[in-house]
């Protein structure tokens, strides 16, 4: 089974940075995508960014255009995202999650790890 562990969330103040990473196992196919959902308090999730590994094919909601990055290890399957110049709007549970490409549903999602951004 897919197995996802998360890291780099923590407490940052606005215009900050933070780096989350997620490496993946339990798979061998080459082809997969690896990508960043975030649910804040009271909100419903929201997609963030997926990195499709097969092509590096890369895809970012408007609100975070030009200040997320999403990267990706192929060799070590893992994907990070940096996040800078952070807001307040940012806090929430970020969600490592598992697609066959970055236009699929979910396919496991690992546990969260909360950032938290002070204004």
């Known amino acids: 089974e897919v197995q996802l562990v998360e890291s780099g969330g923590g407490n940052v103040q606005a215009g900050g940075s933070l780096t989350l990473s997620c490496a993946a196992s339990g798979f061998t196919f080459d082809e997969y995508a690896l990508g960043w959902f975030r649910q804040a308090p009271g909100k419903e999730r929201q997609g963030v960014a997926c990195?499709?590994?097969?092509?590096?094919?890369?895809y970012y909601a408007d609100d975070v255009k030009g200040r997320f990055t999403i990267s990706n290890d192929n060799a070590k399957r893992m994907v990070r995202l940096q996040m800078n110049r952070l807001k307040p709007e940012d806090t929430a549970v970020y969600y490592c999650?598992?697609?066959?490409?970055?236009?699929?549903?979910?396919?496991?999602w690992g546990q969260g790890t909360a950032v938290a951004v002070a204004a």
């Open positions: 990195i499709d590994a097969t092509y590096g094919s890369t």
């Open positions: 999650v598992f697609r066959g490409d970055c236009y699929s549903d979910a396919h496991t």
